[in-house]
């Protein structure tokens, strides 16, 4: 696809990597089964190698071995995008051509942050710039969510790369609205804005994002989707009542949890989630009771 071409609206699965229990590896089997599942809803696709997905944890062949499952079962209608973003431009640009070559449809990039004080905005902007230039696919900006280990991208930074004609979208995790508005406010006309939080959805559709890469997709997949397409339908209200059955399992389980309460609840639906790999510790009893909890509450089918 050309980066006119690449329509990133509605939503993108952030998929959750799963380990097998007997050593630690990553289970490909459960990983295809769990695709199978999410590509029978209405998503517009999946994005390897995110933050959900315990990008920072994976081997570089780790990360291959998911994308060549991945292109085998995503059809051509549904977008791959492959996370590529390392500390040095040379990695980004490695990984970038290798998910290009595997059949990634975009890269979603977030910024070198180990070295944060040396991240102004003119080497973020020559970094973004000369892997755009050598990217044969379609790049995507990745605000990660401030509790991480990141930095905070300025709006005219993010205003200024907007205009380069690679770099498509950005997905912006930081869930403030005030900035989501200053950003839709400062980039060029189809730049395309999705957000990472999805309590906040429904009102980012409203002022001007196209979707969302959505942790909580992991779980409620159908959902999350038709909250995007009810809203392009005009069916404004029966977007915001999906949105209400939404946003706790995101506040419940992305939120307070992260990636344990997202493969936690993974395992309840008959899903497959699995321990996180060390040293991320798996949610404890409470939490499970929790979580459980929010998805009968939501009326997902607990096992």
């Known amino acids: 696809m050309g980066a006119d071409r690449v329509d990133l609206s509605g939503v993108l699965i952030p998929t959750a990597t799963p380990f097998r229990a007997t050593d630690g590896e990553v289970d490909l089997p459960g990983f295809r089964g769990n695709l199978r599942g999410w590509l029978a809803t209405g998503v517009r696709g999946v994005v390897l190698g995110g933050s959900t997905g315990e990008a920072v944890l994976l081997d570089e062949e780790e990360r291959t071995r998911l994308l060549e499952a991945a292109r085998e079962m995503v059809p051509e209608d549904r977008l791959m995008v492959a996370g590529t973003g390392g500390e040095s431009t040379r990695i980004t640009l490695r990984r970038t051509r290798e998910a290009a070559e595997m059949g990634a449809d975009a890269v979603l990039v977030q910024p070198p942050a180990f070295y944060r004080g040396q991240m102004t905005p003119g080497v973020l902007r020559d970094h973004y710039r ?91 997949p159908g959902a999350s989707a038709e909250i995007v397409s009810t809203f392009l339908a005009g069916r404004a209200e029966e977007a915001g009542a999906i949105q209400e059955r939404v946003a706790p399992l995101h506040d419940g389980i992305v939120g307070a949890y992260g990636v344990p309460g997202v493969k936690a609840a993974m395992d309840l639906l008959g899903m497959t989630g699995g321990a996180p790999r060390s040293p991320l510790p798996p949610l404890g009893e409470a939490g499970i009771e929790t979580v459980r909890g929010l998805l009968e509450a939501a009326a997902l089918p607990v096992s």
Do not use: C, W
Not at 130 to 155: G, K
Not at 194 to 203: E, R, S
């Open 130 to 220: 000369t892997l755009a230039d050598a990217s044969p696919v379609p790049v995507i900006l990745y605000q990660v969510p401030l509790r991480f280990s990141t930095l905070e991208f300025p709006t005219g930074l993010v205003a200024e790369l907007s205009e380069h004609p690679n770099i498509i979208g950005i997905k912006d995790s930081r869930g403030d609205l005030s900035k989501l508005g200053d950003l839709l406010d400062q980039v060029r006309s189809g730049f395309q804005v999705l957000v990472g939080t999805g309590a906040k959805l429904y009102a980012s559709l409203e002022m001007g994002a196209v979707g969302g890469i959505l942790g909580v997709a992991n779980v409620a």
